[in-house]
């Protein structure tokens, strides 16, 4: 079954960087793009990026652009989400989302379980 | 910063009929399907209809969506106490090279 497991709680301090993995199982890796949404304590659903496993090509909201990176590591079918000069504002359960689109229909039939990225000096 | 708007809540009693809508533009629910997802607190957001209308397989037919121009809908009729919920609209938006937009979301309270 298709499985995404992320990586466990994280506390930073203002100005810091964070990087959360999301590890895939029981699907080809490379054969679908993995995307990260994010949700602030209280607040809706923010859509941050994508990233193309195979090949790695990203694309990227662009309020993110210039402080967030995405990687995948194929031989661990792990992606990671890097986002970096953290303020209070980025505290927030970080989801990587697996889609699926076949040209008509785009939606995230699997979810992660959630990181809670705490900022805090 | 969402895009799509969502009231920030609605109820109902159990068994009544509650509709929660998703207002877009032609940039996304104009030209996309919409999608509705539900989140139970403290879990991750589980898709519940694709396609502006399609259920996953284990989702009650009670569930049930819709769309007209660049506005979509989603009902819920013989409303239970475990649909007590936020609720989000999304959708792809091909502007700004292409990016996912949410709803702001709807507090479903069952009274």
């Known amino acids: 079954q298709v499985q995404l497991v992320q990586s466990g709680a994280e506390v930073k301090k203002p100005g810091a960087s964070v990087k959360v993995s999301c590890k895939a199982s029981g699907y080809t890796f490379t054969s679908y793009y993995v995307h990260w949404v994010r949700q602030a304590p209280g607040q809706g659903l923010e859509w941050m990026g994508l990233?193309?496993?195979?090949?790695?090509?990203?694309n990227f909201a662009q309020k993110f652009k210039g402080r967030i990176t995405m990687t995948r590591d194929s031989s661990t079918s792990t992606v990671y989400m890097e986002l970096s000069s953290l303020t209070s504002e980025d505290t927030a359960v970080y989801y990587c989302?697996?889609?699926?689109?076949?040209?008509?229909?785009?939606?995230?039939?699997?979810w992660g379980q959630g990181t809670l990225v705490t900022v805090s000096s | 910063q969402s895009v799509l708007t969502q009231p920030p809540s609605t109820s109902g009693t159990p068994g009544q009929r509650v509709t929660i809508s998703c207002s877009g533009t032609?940039?996304?629910?104009?030209?996309?399907?919409v999608n509705w997802y539900q989140q139970l607190p403290g879990t991750a957001p589980k898709l519940l209809i694709h396609s502006n209308n399609e259920r996953p397989s284990g989702v009650p037919d009670r569930f049930s969506g819709s769309k007209s121009g660049t506005s979509a809908s989603l009902a819920i009729s013989g409303l239970q106490s475990e649909d007590e919920a936020d609720y989000y609209c999304a959708a792809w938006d091909d502007s700004l090279n292409g990016r996912l937009v949410f709803g702001t979301g709807t507090k479903v309270t069952v009274l």
């Open positions: 032609s940039s996304n629910i104009g030209t996309n399907t």
């Open positions: 990233i193309n496993p195979n090949g790695g090509s990203t």
């Open positions: 989302a697996r889609p699926f689109w076949n040209g008509y229909s785009f939606r995230f039939d699997y």
